[in-house]
């Protein structure tokens, strides 16, 4: 199994930054697909950025330019630097990997997902 660990949410006020982690532990060959997504009360939960073992990076519309992710593959870990957070950006945030756990070939990867982590920005 794999579990993900998720830190560094907080409340914070408008234009401040916040840096969030998230770090894979358990049976890794590796990780294909790394993002944060998030979730505000009465919205679905949409991709804010991810990151592929390629090096491919996508950012949601709304935050490029602000946030940063990025990834340690020795460590298993992503991170997602946001800068001048608005309002707007408030929610509980997710980290899901897309892990593949064994070496074989056409092994498929398991998606696993953090428990969240909640970011409040106030005005």
């Known amino acids: 199994q794999v579990q993900l660990a998720e830190s560094g949410g907080d409340l914070v006020q408008t234009g401040e930054s916040l840096r969030l982690s998230c770090v894979a532990s358990g049976t890794i060959f590796s990780i294909n697909f790394m993002g944060w997504y998030r979730q505000a009360p009465g919205n679905q939960r949409e991709l804010v950025a991810s990151i592929t073992d390629g090096g491919y990076i996508k950012y949601a519309d709304s935050v490029e330019g602000r946030f940063t992710i990025s990834r340690d593959n020795t460590k298993n870990t992503v991170t997602l630097q946001m800068n001048s957070l608005k309002p707007e950006d408030t929610a509980v945030y997710y980290c899901?990997?897309?892990?593949?756990?064994?070496?074989?070939?056409?092994?498929?990867?398991?998606?696993?997902w953090g428990q969240g982590t909640q970011v409040t920005v106030s005005s």
């Open positions: 899901h990997m897309k892990v593949k756990r064994s070496s074989y070939y056409f092994a498929q990867p398991y998606d696993y």
